[in-house]
């Protein structure tokens, strides 16, 4: 079993996650999507049939990410034919991972998994045992116009918001409230926070 495990998975985190599941997507071709439980508006289904088979990829912003389908079109037609393309919005919640594993030894609470071609069979899944992650279909990222730039992929747009933003008043306010506006520190998250304001007050 390969997995990639945190604690209260937040922006950097997640850009961890999808360096993991770009590393295994990379390797492996897939031939089936599944579901843990019926689909609900949590967790949607996934619209994809099941008699083609495709690779993952995988790109993080702020607390989520985005996991692509991408459609393995045989070699002697991909000048003539577009991979279709699917995109699933993720968010881990507090306790969701990765992992890539024999599919007879999955976790309990593997909530959305990818089997791969292989045999042995190895499924790929998105383990969430307090089921507070989800996911929608879409291309886009969700309350975008709300968070500030990723501070690990947007780095420059990230520095620029917060250095224009430095006269305003929310900046009076201690660096542990500051660190959890959305606003500037999207992802950054109430651990880091608390964590830089207790070196400031020097407490252990």
């Not at 049939?49 to 393995?72: P, Q, Y």
């Not at 542990?176 to 926070?193: A, H, I, T």
């Amino acid at each position: 079993r390969i997995q990639i495990l945190f604690e209260m998975p937040e922006g950097p985190e997640l850009f961890k996650a999808a360096r993991f599941l770009n590393k295994i997507g990379s390797a492996h071709v897939f031939s089936a999507v599944r579901l843990l439980y019926p689909a609900s508006a949590k967790h949607p289904a996934i619209p994809w049939s099941g008699d083609r088979n495709f690779r993952l990829t995988a790109k993080s912003r702020g607390k989520e990410i985005r996991i692509s389908l991408v459609e393995e079109v045989p070699r002697d037609t991909r000048t003539t034919k577009k991979p279709e393309i699917l995109n699933i919005l993720l968010t881990f919640g507090m306790t969701g991972r990765f992992t890539f594993t024999p599919t007879p030894d999955l976790p309990k609470y593997s909530m959305l998994m990818f089997d791969a071609v292989l045999s042995p069979q190895y499924t790929f899944a998105f383990v969430d045992p307090r089921h507070f992650g989800r996911w929608t279909i879409t291309d886009g990222w969700s309350g975008s116009e709300k968070r500030g730039p990723d501070i690990i992929t947007e780095y420059e747009a990230f520095r620029d918001n917060v250095i224009g933003s430095l006269e305003k008043s929310v900046f009076d306010k201690s660096i542990c409230e500051v660190m959890l506006d959305q606003r500037y520190f999207s992802s950054v998250g109430e651990k880091r926070g608390k964590k830089r304001e207790r070196e400031r007050l020097g407490w252990r």
